[in-house]
């Protein structure tokens, strides 16, 4: 039950009539909104209407966000509003981190803080924040884009290379973590003119030291191909012999095939990619084992 004054009764809203917000009269799926929220609403929708840019609007989009997170135009409002009046961003920021701390997946609440840091202009402290959630989840995709952006606006190279090696100790299954690697030794290349000397060779020793670790773990499979696509590469002697070595050790790992096949097919051997296409197929990966046989005709027809 709503503890909330009603817009009608706020004095300072006196002037504004409420916007209608019917569905229409017999709407297929009606959305069980509260009171509270349709109220609030149908004020925002007035003073969208009237193009209104006041403190009480802000206000209002205070009270909207915290009903309904995923309220776009309410923040694109609320951003107006910051822009106009010259709020108060340290506050913004507050606000924000409390929200975030309840709800660190809201993409509106990353997308905000994006607002917010472009202006603010003080990025101290943000890698520690995301941090912080990163303990509760490793692998939230908004946090992982924000950070892309946060370093790449402000220059925070500096340590990542090493904050990311940390996380991928502890758990190198980590995809998005092998995601902002890749990122950060080569995405990061092509942002304005930045390079990085990648030391490609020693940097597939560390794919490899992390397949072995856990050969059925899809994500450094898929590092290592994006490394290889991104060089241009073959694999070399030294990730062939990893791959020989778990095939010996009758590792049954779909993606460690996958692999190969794609491998033998650069290197034209065809017997062997069709070879380990049936051998996915009848053993390692039966679940797609319609896909493995349409996959090894594929690689026969080339013969």
Same mark, same amino acid.
């Given at each position: 039950?709503?503890?909330?004054?009603?817009?009608?009764?706020?004095?300072?809203?006196?002037?504004?009539?409420?916007?209608?917000?019917?569905?229409?009269?017999?709407?297929?799926?009606?959305?069980?909104?509260?009171?509270?929220?349709?109220?609030?609403?149908?004020?925002? /929708?007035?003073?969208?209407?009237?193009?209104? %840019?006041?403190?009480?609007?802000? $206000? @209002?989009?205070?009270? !909207?966000?915290? =009903? *309904?997170?995923?309220?776009?135009? /309410?923040?694109?409002?609320?951003?107006?509003? %910051?822009?106009?009046?010259?709020? $108060? @961003?340290?506050?913004? !920021?507050?606000? =924000? *981190?409390?929200?975030?701390?309840?709800?660190?997946?809201?993409?509106?609440?990353?997308?905000?803080?994006?607002?917010?840091?472009?202006?603010?202009?003080?990025?101290?402290?943000?890698?520690?924040?995301?941090?912080?959630?990163?303990?509760?989840?490793?692998?939230?995709?908004?946090?992982?884009?924000?950070?892309?952006?946060?370093?790449?606006?402000?220059?925070?190279?500096?340590?990542?290379?090493?904050?990311?090696?940390?996380?991928?100790?502890?758990?190198?299954?980590?995809?998005?973590?092998?995601?902002?690697?890749?990122?950060?030794?080569?995405?990061?290349?092509?942002?304005?003119?930045?390079?990085?000397?990648?030391?490609?060779?020693?940097?597939?020793?560390?794919?490899?030291?992390?397949?072995?670790?856990?050969?059925?773990?899809?994500?450094?499979?898929?590092?290592?191909?994006?490394?290889?696509?991104?060089?241009?590469?073959?694999?070399?002697?030294?990730?062939?012999?990893?791959?020989?070595?778990?095939?010996?050790?009758?590792?049954?790992?779909?993606?460690?095939?996958?692999?190969?096949?794609?491998?033998?097919?650069?290197?034209?051997?065809?017997?062997?990619?069709?070879?380990?296409?049936?051998?996915?197929?009848?053993?390692?990966?039966?679940?797609?084992?319609?896909?493995?046989?349409?996959?090894?005709?594929?690689?026969?027809?080339?013969?």
């Amino acid at each position: 039950m709503t503890t909330a004054i009603p817009y009608a009764e706020r004095s300072e809203w006196s002037d504004v009539k409420p916007a209608s917000l019917s569905e229409g009269p017999a709407p297929f799926a009606p959305i069980l909104f509260t009171d509270e929220y349709k109220d609030a609403m149908a004020y925002f /929708v007035a003073t969208a209407h009237s193009g209104e %840019l006041s403190q009480r609007v802000f $206000d @209002l989009t205070s009270h !909207l966000v915290k =009903l *309904n997170q995923g309220l776009y135009t /309410v923040w694109r409002t609320r951003q107006l509003i %910051l822009d106009e009046l010259h709020g $108060d @961003l340290h506050a913004e !920021l507050h606000m =924000l *981190n409390e929200m975030m701390d309840e709800s660190p997946k809201s993409y509106q609440l990353w997308q905000h803080r994006q607002f917010v840091m472009e202006r603010l202009r003080e990025p101290a402290g943000e890698l520690e924040f995301m941090k912080s959630l990163s303990e509760e989840d490793p692998k939230n995709y908004h946090m992982w884009n924000y950070r892309q952006w946060l370093v790449t606006t402000f220059g925070l190279w500096e340590g990542e290379l090493a904050a990311i090696d940390e996380l991928l100790l502890s758990d190198v299954r980590n995809n998005s973590a092998w995601t902002y690697r890749f990122f950060l030794l080569f995405g990061s290349q092509e942002l304005e003119g930045r390079v990085m000397d990648v030391d490609v060779d020693k940097e597939l020793e560390y794919v490899v030291s992390a397949i072995r670790r856990a050969p059925s773990n899809e994500s450094p499979w898929v590092y290592m191909r994006g490394v290889l696509k991104r060089e241009k590469r073959q694999a070399s002697a030294f990730v062939m012999g990893m791959c020989r070595s778990l095939v010996e050790g009758q590792c049954l790992s779909p993606h460690l095939y996958a692999f190969l096949v794609d491998e033998y097919v650069e290197q034209q051997n065809l017997d062997a990619a069709t070879e380990t296409c049936l051998h996915l197929e009848q053993v390692v990966d039966k679940t797609r084992a319609k896909y493995w046989a349409f996959k090894r005709q594929q690689i026969l027809s080339k013969k």
